[in-house]
């Protein structure tokens, strides 16, 4: 042990983070709002945590696949339909899909309600993205397809199918 380990005693623990309800980071893309309950500030970046409302009838993202990290949905209310490759599964409340690095999926909510969704990306590189949509829109341009694509490209997730 060296004297400098011996003088500090222990080792300062990270602070627990708490998060309550209506506290976190607001991110609204068009019909979904996202909250950010952990973006990776307070896991070592291991783990970042949000909670979505899907409104009725919105669209997912253009089918993806993640090359650096996996990413889980839990429905905590309504349905969600998820799309992996060419198979649909429709989530309903207690449901939970994890999708590991490189496989092609989407998700939408189909139904006339809203869905919520708790979402976790390990490691916690993907909330950048969402904030990134979050400026597009800000800046008065469109979230079109391109654009969401090459958001994607900026943390390690491709389309699944050809170039739009």
Known sequence: M???AKSSGHQARP???VVRPGDGETIVLGTTRMRV?????HTGHRLAIAESVLAPHTEGPPQHRHGRHDEGFYVLSGTVRFTVGDEDHDATAGTL???PPGTPHT???PTDQPAVLLSTFTPDLYVQYFRDLQEVLADGRPL???ANLDA???YATEPAAGPA
């Open 2 to 4: 060296t004297e400098e």
């Open 15 to 17: 602070a627990v983070s």
């Open 37 to 41: 309950l952990e973006d990776g500030s």
């Open 97 to 99: 899909v994890v999708v």
């Open 107 to 109: 998700f939408a909510n």
């Open 144 to 146: 079109t397809r391109r």
């Open 152 to 154: 994607m490209a900026r």
